[in-house]
């Protein structure tokens, strides 16, 4: 989608679609579970726990927090990341309200 047709969409729908965008790899998802089972994490151990390459990691990091999905802080060298669970709930409560609204009367 060209990013001049985003205006003829309404902004729940192109928000619902840029989440869909960054959660539709698999490799964010195992990194969204793994990151959702520690206090806090460091990068390095998401590359060890994943098994992709650090730059690799880094860029779906980065998705992750296009959207406001997780949240770093910067402990020396080091960059912990963890689950904004403000931003979970606000992206769970936007996916029910979406699938609580679809009826399923057809076909």
């Known amino acids: 989608m060209g990013i001049t047709k985003t205006q003829i969409f ?13 959660l539709a790899n698999p490799a964010r998802i195992a990194i969204l ?11 390095n151990d998401i590359v060890d726990e994943i098994g ?3 730059p690799t990691i880094s860029q779906h990091l ?7 999905l997780i949240k770093g802080a910067i ?3 080091k960059v912990c990341y963890c689950i904004n669970l ?3 709930k606000e992206i769970q409560d936007l996916l029910n309200s979406f ?4 009826k399923f009367n057809c076909c």
């Open 52 to 54: 992709l390459a650090q």
């Open 99 to 102: 699938f609580d609204k679809t």
């Open 86 to 88: 403000e931003k979970w």
């Open 62 to 68: 980065k998705e992750l927090k296009s959207i406001h």
């Open 10 to 22: 309404n902004n729940r729908q192109n928000e619902l679609a840029t989440i869909f965008k960054v």
């Open 75 to 77: 402990d020396g060298k």
């Open 33 to 43: 579970q793994y990151i959702s089972g520690q206090k806090a994490c460091i990068c």
